[in-house]
Nanobody, 115 residues
Framework: QVQVVESGGGMVQAGPFLRLSCEISGSIGSPNVTGWYRQAPGKQRESVGTITAGGTVNYASAEKGRFTISRDTAKNTVYLQMSSLKPKDTAVYYC?????????WGQGTQDTVST
């Protein structure tokens, strides 16, 4: 059974960086695409960016430059590093893995950025 587990969120102050992790387990092969999404209070879930099995990364235009998506294939883990954190980055961050056209979502990790 495929499991997607996010970690690394918490309460942080604006400014520095924060790295979130998404560990994918239970799959025979690597995900075709792994994506990071976020949902701020009172707003719809939005895409942050994705990374393909071949390593191609695409970012939602609003976050390009502050966010970096990377992966460690040996650990089956995808990372989201966020720099210059702002209170508007407060959200639940979700990871989604697409494996053979099936989407697997994690439960999300809360990231709260204070001034």
């Amino acid at each position: 059974q495929v499991q997607v587990v996010e970690s690394g969120g918490g309460m942080v102050q604006a400014g520095p960086f924060l790295r979130l992790s998404c560990e994918i387990s239970g799959s025979i092969g690597s995900p075709n695409v792994t994506g990071w999404y976020r949902q701020a209070p009172g707003k719809q879930r939005e895409s942050v960016g994705t990374i393909t099995a071949g390593g191609t990364v695409n970012y939602a235009s609003a976050e390009k430059g502050r966010f970096t998506i990377s992966r460690d294939t040996a650990k089956n883990t995808v990372y989201l590093q966020m720099s210059s954190l702002k209170p508007k980055d407060t959200a639940v961050y979700y990871c989604r893995a697409i494996i053979d056209i099936i989407s697997y979502w994690g439960q999300g990790t809360q990231d709260t950025v204070s001034t």
